[in-house]
């Protein structure tokens, strides 16, 4: 079947590119990011950062997972005195922060990103490389400061383990996880609906070969579930139209797909297939 090779030579492809880019990361593996495994958190939606001295800073190991809509945490690191920290154009490097945040370091800002409000719902799965202010970093100790939000409908707010180092090291790091967050969908869209429509496209010139036409609203309905990964916010109104789609596209491909495996093995039972796709409608219509 056409569709099932173009998809082989689609997964040989990015095996490929995934492979290269580990061989790139493997490269730099030589000069080791500095990488915090402790940290101090809060939970608290407060503005403004809470005091040196509060009470409520308690020890945690990165990655934490906080079950509250907003954090603070607070990370201390040591810098080797003997190389100028400046030097090398350091970075900071976040593997994500769902629900955006405010990051200083030693007291001065380094970046804001947004997050959820009355206006914009947030889901942000990209990592985050971000440049140091000159002067902020220290040989010796120094200390970020990040307050982390929940994403959108999530109860947790969630820090991952940060690096910090030359932007030499770490942009293998940034590079790997963007491409395996943000463009292996992106493409997964793209590809999907465009092989889909062409596959629908066989099956309307072939009404006799159902499994075209099964594969082709498959792989739809998977490109329409996916591009919920490569969008970070919206406004509530298009968050509701967005969600009703995810539950269509998401129990759309698993049914699609179950009546595909048994229309493949000449098992036809029409009572299970309409069942199949009642049960299918459930989820939206409950949404």
Known sequence: ?????????????????????????????AAAPLQPRQAEVIASDQIEPP??????????????????????????????GAQP?????????????????????????VAQLLETSPQ???????????????GALRAGTNELLLRVAAAHESRNAILAQPSLGPQAVLQPMYDLRLFAVLTIPMVTVVSGFVVGALVLLVWWQRRQEVLYGLF?????????????????????????????????????????????TLTLARWPQPRLVRGLFVYWALGPVAY
């Not at 290269?20 to 493997?26: D, F, K, M, S, V």
């Not at 947030?122 to 202010?133: E, I, S, Y």
């Not at 996916?226 to 049914?255: K, N």
């Open 1 to 29: 079947m056409k569709p099932v090779k173009w998809v082989c030579s689609r997964v040989r492809f990015w095996a490929f590119a995934v492979a290269l880019a580990l061989l790139g990361l493997a490269g730099t593996a």
């Open 51 to 80: 005091a040196a001295n509060d009470p409520r800073w308690r020890s945690v190991r990165l990655t934490h997972v906080e079950p509250a809509k907003a954090a603070w945490y607070r990370v201390r690191f040591e810098v080797d």
């Open 85 to 109: 920290p400046d030097a090398g154009g350091w970075m900071l490097y976040l593997p994500f922060l769902y629900g955006g945040g405010r990051i200083s370091l030693n007291g001065t800002p």
């Open 120 to 134: 914009r719902y947030v889901v942000d799965q990209r990592p985050q490389l971000l440049t140091l202010p000159p």
């Open 216 to 260: 082709g609203l498959a792989v739809i309905l998977w490109a329409l579930r996916t591009t919920t990964l490569v969008v970070d916010g919206m406004s509530p109104a298009a968050w509701e139209v967005w969600r009703l789609l995810y539950f269509v596209g998401t129990g759309g491909f698993i049914v699609v797909l179950a009546v595909f």
